[in-house]
């Protein structure tokens, strides 16, 4: 089976970093893209990043260029999420998913497999 598990939030003041982890098992790493995504309070779940790394692919939403990159080490099938300078505003649950597609989008819809989040709160 496919599973996903995202660990690594917390609380942190605004302008701290957090790494988020996805670590994935029951596939193959490399025939997947993995994508981050994050649904803040009131809020629909909203595409934050993407990688394929067979492809060498990622992508970013506008929000995050800059200050999140992502990451993957296929030894470990985890990709991970460094987020630095964080705002109030990049409070929510975090989520990954795969894509068995590679497309590496940030259309929650592209997405087959999803784990359960972790919530990264940001204070102001």
């Known amino acids: 089976d496919v599973q996903l598990q995202a660990s690594g939030g917390g609380l942190v003041q605004a302008g701290g970093s957090l790494r988020l982890s996805c670590a994935a098992s029951?596939?193959?790493?490399?025939?997947?893209?993995i994508g981050w995504f994050r649904r803040a309070p009131g809020k629909g779940r909203e595409g934050v990043s993407c990688l394929s790394s067979s492809d060498i692919i990622t992508n970013y939403a506008d929000s995050v260029k800059g200050r999140f990159t992502i990451s993957s080490d296929n030894a470990k099938n985890t990709v991970y999420l460094q987020m630095n300078s964080l705002k109030a505003e990049d409070t929510a649950v975090y989520f990954c998913?795969?894509?068995?597609?590679?497309?590496?989008?940030?259309?929650?819809?592209?997405?087959?497999?999803w784990g359960q989040g972790t919530q990264v709160t940001v204070s102001s």
């Open positions: 998913a795969a894509d068995p597609k590679r497309l590496c989008t940030l259309d929650k819809g592209e997405y087959d497999y």
């Open positions: 029951g596939f193959t790493f490399d025939d997947y893209a």
